[in-house]
């Protein structure tokens, strides 16, 4: 069965410091993997998008990585400021389409002052 | 503004009765999507389309339906079939079958 499972549920942290989310997936085959950032009440953004040949990209202060062997991902924010708060959404895509995603059920990130 | 807009952003709806969810964009896109997002939960495509006229249906398309007689535009009916419609729907829309979806900002929908 095609899932994703996301680490932990809910994370809260001090404004400054750095943290770090999972991602498994059990997804086959894989095409690419992304990660979203959901303020709440608000339609998911894109962070990054990686493919099968790629095991890190970088969008400012987001790292993300990609162990496909292992299938695994994390994301890793540096610095964390209040804006981060958000829910953070790993989804994995089965082929080259986005009806071919499978969504993870996402990381709930609070910073606090 | 290049874009796609979801109207309403909030929405009321009695039991019984169908209601239609709006999502238009602006970005020449051909494949638009419809999602359906509960807590604790991922998102579950409902139905998408790749081109003008034609749809298809995603994971979880039984009570709803679509229409895509404009490039830009792509409703939802939320059906009285529907049996547990209260949800956060949420619609995509991308370049053909290019890796990038951009979602619009949501539509809570809450049946009473």
């Known amino acids: 069965k095609n899932q994703v499972e996301q680490s932990p549920q809910s994370l809260i942290i001090l404004e400054g410091k750095n943290c770090t989310l999972q991602c498994n997936y059990t997804v086959s085959p894989f095409s690419n993997l992304r990660w979203y950032k959901q303020d709440t009440g608000r339609g998911p953004v894109s962070l990054t998008i990686m493919t099968f040949s790629e095991n890190t990209k970088s969008n400012g202060r987001y790292t993300a990585t990609l162990d496909a062997d292992t299938k695994q991902s994390s994301l890793h924010i540096t610095a964390s400021q209040l804006s981060d708060s958000a829910s953070y959404i790993c989804v994995v895509s089965r082929d080259f389409g986005n009806e071919k995603l499978t969504f993870g059920t996402g990381t709930r990130l609070t910073i606090i002052p | 503004d290049g874009g796609i807009t979801q109207s309403p952003k909030y929405l009321f709806r009695k039991e019984g009765q169908n209601v239609t969810l709006s999502c238009e964009q602006n970005?020449?896109?051909?494949?638009m999507y419809w999602y359906r997002q509960d807590p604790g939960q991922g998102l579950r495509l409902i139905y998408y389309s790749q081109i003008v006229n034609d749809f298809q249906k995603g994971d979880i398309a039984e009570g709803y339906s679509v229409s895509r007689e404009k490039k830009e535009s792509f409703p939802l009916t939320v059906t009285s079939a529907q049996k547990n419609p209260t949800a956060f729907y949420l619609c995509?829309?991308?370049?053909?079958?290019?890796?990038?979806?951009?979602f619009g900002q949501g539509t809570r929908l809450t049946v009473v």
């Open positions: 970005l020449n896109h051909d494949a």
């Open positions: 995509a829309s991308s370049i053909d079958v290019g890796p990038e979806a951009f």
